[in-house]
């Protein structure tokens, strides 16, 4: 299995940016999917997650009303809608999937993706 994760880059604080992250080797539907991310000099933390079906989408709270999470299986995809992003969203993004279900703590997922950077000038 393997997680590529695309999308990051530099934008200003208030812009938007989509990530994503496409699997190969396995069908994506069967896992749930997971954003994490890692901020420098600080722990990796959960951002948002998506069950199987696409339903029950969960946040972090400091990202809750901001961003979005959801899949589009046919595609073998997920994303991470990211609006009014501020300085504090900087950070190395990680997909992450699940065969276990809902759960937001790292050592619940199996397969990771590379990471792609996303910066925020305030």
């Known amino acids: 299995v393997q997680l590529q994760a695309s999308g990051g880059g530099l934008v200003q604080a208030g812009d938007s940016l989509r990530l994503s992250c496409a699997a190969s080797?396995?069908?994506?539907?069967?896992?749930?999917m997971g954003w994490f991310r890692q901020a420098p000099g600080k722990e990796r933390e959960f951002v948002a997650l998506i069950t199987w079906s696409g339903g029950n989408p969960y946040y972090a709270d400091s990202v809750k009303g901001r961003f979005t999470i959801f899949r589009d299986n046919a595609k073998n995809t997920v994303y991470l809608q990211m609006n009014s992003l501020n300085a504090e969203d900087t950070a190395v993004y990680y997909c992450a999937a699940s065969r276990r279900g809902f759960g937001i703590y790292q050592y619940q997922y199996h397969y990771w993706g590379q990471g792609t950077q996303v910066t925020v000038s305030s």
């Open positions: 080797g396995t069908i994506l539907s069967r896992y749930v």
